[in-house]
């Protein structure tokens, strides 16, 4: 029945290709007779056996407790009380693992903690173009949501993709801390909890010694003691049923990078996934981003217009007349649109979602951006020059993933009456942004003239709330648009 299982999975690769790789689930290999498949058959029957306690998921790192880790193994978990099971498939992505998650390795027994460590290889295996941070964090999103639904009761350790390179500047151990600084969030203190020892892998100046990581991926028995002996107090409290003691366990990740006095915080990208107040069903922001992903990987590679922006563009598609309505209907039926607009964003968020997957995998012709209107409810807020600062790492970014697209920098529109601060604020960002065009390639587009009355005030007809058009002002703003797309 198992065999047939991966006849079935290779069919689903061929129907669904549509989907991200790494939300995909698919085993390794469909062929009976190759390593990985007679692995999964073998840890079928030692899931049928029953008895663990604890059970690791995760790739070759995970897989190697087998071998390179067998003594360390051995010492913490191979007896009583944990009587640990080791489901780490070495080369194994994320899609690997979802695979593995349907079909029967957390079924028909209650563990009581999960130890995941998973994604090295979702970044590994493909150029960042094809497989961005923003994929490769989604499928671990799904990775723990599909253990909480099948193991409900089980404390769910979530670590951190390891260090890999020698230096903190080594490309793939870059891209791995794009996603640690994400998949942190979905850590709720509880189950999930986050558990970061991996300084203790590494030398004072984020070097990795050859001594932890023989092969600067894989940890030797230095490496695989430090884990054992890092996760032991929390495995022991899992097991007698006891909250981990202490606040190491949930400790947030270090930021992003320096954001010194001379750093612009507005240019520094932020991710908006879970917080540890957020409940699981309202990770709308993930949501979207993983519609957009998904319409990118439909897309066949080419989209004409992508909207890039905060609450003023998301709602450009909703269908309720005071929004975009017929007038985003309509355009939509001209061209193929990747809206990539989210309510609430700033130029932080937008630049996380342009540096790591929204402009991936995808030729546009033009790109539209206007952002800027929330950043000053941004923690750390330092002003105009700041946004324009982050609007101009914005169009730098659009400029290097797409590099054939016709960019359409947008001034922030007018907000409230004449003489509100914000709108000051808006008007001293577009001072400085209107500098950015080139006339070749960016163009800076203006038309807030026409979103106010004759006494500077937005009116309710163009923005109920004066801030979010109504159809009315997106009947301004989309032809606007069409008017550069004909002469692209």
């Known amino acids: 029945m198992r065999l047939s299982l991966f006849v079935l999975a290779a069919l689903c690769v061929v129907c669904c290709s549509a989907e991200i790789r790494a939300l995909d689930p698919k085993p390794q290999s469909t062929d009976p007779n190759h390593w990985w498949c007679k692995r999964f058959k073998e840890k079928s029957a030692l899931i049928k056996a029953g008895g663990s306690q604890v059970v690791f998921i995760g790739d070759s790192i995970t897989h190697g407790w087998e071998n390179r880790g067998g003594g360390e193994w051995y010492k913490y978990f191979k007896g ?41 290889n979702n970044t590994g295996h493909f150029p960042e173009a094809e497989e961005p941070p923003a994929d490769t964090i989604l499928g671990i999103r799904e990775i723990v949501r599909k253990i909480r639904a099948k193991q409900p009761k089980a404390r769910l350790l979530l670590l951190p993709i390891f260090p890999r390179g020698a230096t903190p500047d080594d490309p793939l151990r870059v891209r791995n801390e794009v996603v640690n600084r994400e998949i942190f969030r979905y850590a709720n203190g509880r189950s999930p909890v986050w558990v970061d020892f991996t300084e203790k892998f590494l030398l004072a100046d984020g070097t990795l010694p050859r001594d932890v990581m023989p092969d600067l991926l894989h940890p030797g028995p230095f490496g695989y003691d430090v884990w054992g002996s890092e996760i032991l107090e929390y495995l022991d409290c899992a097991c007698a049923g006891q909250r981990t ?31 540890y107040s957020s409940t699981w069903g309202s990770d709308w922001w993930a949501e979207r981003l993983l519609r957009n992903r998904r319409q990118i990987v439909s897309s066949g590679g080419k989209i004409d217009v992508v909207l890039m922006g905060d609450s003023i563009t998301h709602f450009m598609e909703r269908s309720e007349p005071k929004y975009g309505g017929a007038a985003y209907a309509a355009f939509t039926n001209r061209y193929s649109v990747l809206n990539c607009g989210y309510a609430g964003d700033n130029t932080r968020n937008l630049l996380w979602r342009a540096m790591y997957g929204e402009l991936d995998g995808y030729s546009a012709k033009t790109v539209v951006i206007m952002i800027g209107t929330n950043n000053p409810h941004m923690q750390g807020y330092r002003g105009p020059s700041d946004t324009a600062a ?67 005030d937005v009116p309710p007809e163009i923005a109920a709330d004066r801030l979010h058009p109504t159809q009315k002002g997106y009947e301004i703003w989309l032809p606007s648009i069409e008017k550069h797309l004909s002469s692209h």
């Not at 190491?248 to 917080?275: D, E, H």
């Not at 914000?422 to 807030?448: L, P, Q, T, W």
Request: aromatic letters at 8%.
């Open 80 to 120: 009583a009380p944990f009587k640990a099971l080791n489901l780490g498939y070495s080369a194994d992505r994320t899609e690997h693992v979802l695979w593995r998650i349907e079909n029967g390795e957390l079924d028909g027994y209650q563990a009581k903690a999960i130890v995941l460590m998973i994604g090295t």
């Open 245 to 275: 003691p202490g606040s190491r366990f949930s400790a947030p990740l270090k930021p992003v990078s320096n954001c010194g006095r001379n750093v612009p915080v507005a240019a520094v990208p932020m991710g908006r996934f879970y917080t």
């Open 390 to 456: 982050g609007i101009a790492r914005i169009v730098e970014t659009v400029r290097r993933k797409q590099p054939g697209a016709k960019v359409l920098l947008y001034a922030i529109f007018p907000r409230g009456k004449a003489g509100d601060a914000k709108r000051a604020d808006n008007e001293k960002v577009n001072a400085e942004i209107r500098k950015m065009a080139d006339g070749k390639s960016v163009f800076f587009v203006d038309i807030c003239d026409r979103l106010v009355d004759g006494k500077g």
